[in-house]
Nanobody, 121 residues
């Protein structure tokens, strides 16, 4: 069974940093494109960042470009999201996702349960 488990969320002040991790199991990790999404209170899920099979191609939502960095370690079956210069509007539950077909912001096949990120002012 495919399982994606996010970790690293927490409470941080505006301007601070967090590093999220997504541990994958039950799949051949290197064959999947990976993405990060988030959902704030009263909002729909939105795309944050995506990365191709080997990490050569990365894509970001305009709202996080220049502040967030997505990366992956295929040897450890782990996806990362480094978040710097955090803003209160970044507060959300963050989800990782995996998909065999890389469509950047859509079409993912598997999802984690999410990790809460709260940014205070």
């Amino acid at each position: 069974q495919v399982q994606l488990v996010e970790s690293g969320g927490g409470l941080v002040q505006a301007g601070g940093s967090l590093r999220l991790s997504c541990a994958a199991s039950g799949l051949t990790f290197s064959r999947y494109a990976m993405g990060w999404f988030r959902q704030g209170l009263g909002k729909e899920r939105e795309f944050v960042a995506a990365i191709g099979w080997s990490g050569g191609g990365t894509y970001y939502a305009d709202s996080v470009k220049g502040r967030f960095t997505i990366s992956r370690d295929n040897a450890r079956n782990t996806l990362y999201l480094q978040m710097n210069s955090l803003k209160p509007e970044d507060t959300a539950v963050y989800y990782c996702a995996a998909g065999l077909v890389f469509e950047v912001s859509r079409g993912y096949d598997y999802w984690g349960q999410g990790t809460q990120v709260t940014v205070s002012s």
